[in-house]
């Protein structure tokens, strides 16, 4: 009496030896426990968005398979639940089991990752069994997009110190590791300066090497400058926009009369409006700022040897100031 088997077999036998004495029995069979776990089968490496199955087993607690465990079983899964851009991962809740084997079809995970699947599913005589796959990675998908790394503050006309990363994304914000080699990257976004001086996308920055999805460009110069400023690269069909980041503009290297000045008489005072420092591109430079003193040059002393009167100090603001209190006594067509 007591004797207890624990592998489940249709064929087993007992055999019973005491010295030269023994005896074996008939054929008879050993039956499953009840389920008390699952086995889940551990998927080759998947991809992002594609589905795909896996095996789950129920077993006793002696690691038979549980073969009363049948019928459509609803279970619970734990492992990836959502892309970096948040799309959900997809599992199916109700599985049909036959002989304690079931399949768990149309799986989809959309993170990129290393990662397991656990099932949990109801007991047969009450209470939850859970199992889990063994670990296998989930890759991403085909490149969809660029993700751009925002560049600091630039300043017009001078390369960007530091280079401008780009990752190559999935349809799900996976970074897509299999764009690899060299690319040839397109450019776009700000226009020319206000002299009509074109952005420069070297080949440095054209010409880029990408290992496991991210490249760098470097050499870019913008020679507009603003505070609303964009980077697009483009690929083929792959393509991305940086956030807004400011080009500054460069030293001042001369004033603009933005406003042109008409005919005035000779002997009345007038205003010269936005008078502008600019850079050598056409942009004005916005720190220049406070009291300057200007030196002019214009119309000489009129016919009876009047003298014209110029504003020796102009105060600017953000890089424009306004000038008052000339007086011109030579009638002629001049400049300032």
């Known amino acids: 009496t007591g004797i207890k088997l624990f592998n489940a ?9 005491e010295g030269s004495i023994h005896g074996t029995s008939g054929t008879f069979t050993v039956s ?7 086995s889940v089968s551990t998927p080759g490496t998947q991809t992002a968005g594609s589905e ?6 129920a077993k006793d607690a002696y690691g038979n398979t549980a073969t009363g465990y049948t019928g459509e079983k609803t279970l619970a899964w734990t492992g990836p639940e959502q892309s970096p851009v948040g799309e959900q991962a997809e599992y199916p809740t109700e599985v049909t089991f036959t002989n304690g084997e079931g399949t768990a079809s149309n799986i989809k995970l959309y993170d990129a990752q290393s990662t397991t699947l656990t099932a949990e599913g109801e007991a047969e005589g009450g209470g939850l069994i859970t199992g889990t796959s063994g670990s296998f990675t989930v890759k991403a998908a085909s490149a969809r997009s660029f993700s751009l ?3 600091n503050t630039q300043t017009a006309g001078t390369a960007f110190p530091v280079g ?10 996976n970074t897509a590791t ?3 080699g060299p690319k040839t990257l397109v450019w776009t976004g700000p226009g020319n300066s206000p002299n009509n001086t074109a952005p420069e996308y070297p080949s440095s920055a054209t010409e880029v090497t990408f290992s496991s999805g991210v490249g760098t460009a470097t050499g870019i110069k913008l020679f507009n400058a603003s505070a609303g400023t964009k980077l697009t690269a483009t690929e083929g069909s792959v393509h991305g926009t940086s956030g807004t980041f400011t080009v500054k503009a460069a030293g001042v290297k001369s004033f603009g009369f933005v406003v042109p000045i008409t005919a005035k008489t000779a002997g009345t005072e007038f205003v010269v409006l936005a008078l502008h420092a600019n850079d050598q591109y056409g942009n004005t430079n916005a720190t220049y700022t406070g009291s300057k003193t200007l030196v002019w040059t214009g119309p000489g002393n009129s016919p009876n040897n009047t003298a014209p009167v110029y504003p020796a100090h102009v105060t600017f603001s953000s890089g424009v100031g306004t000038a008052t209190g000339f ?3 030579d009638a002629q067509s001049t400049t300032l």
Not at 32 to 38: E, H, I, K, N, T
Not at 52 to 57: G, I, K, L, Q
């Open 178 to 180: 299999g764009y690899t």
């Open 9 to 17: 077999s249709i064929t087993s036998t007992l055999t019973a030896t």
């Open 32 to 38: 499953p426990a009840g389920a008390s776990s699952f």
């Open 52 to 57: 795909f199955s896996v095996t789950v087993m």
């Open 149 to 151: 790394s925002l560049p």
């Open 327 to 329: 007086k011109l006594y």
């Open 164 to 173: 401008v990363t780009v990752t190559t994304k999935d349809a799900y914000g």
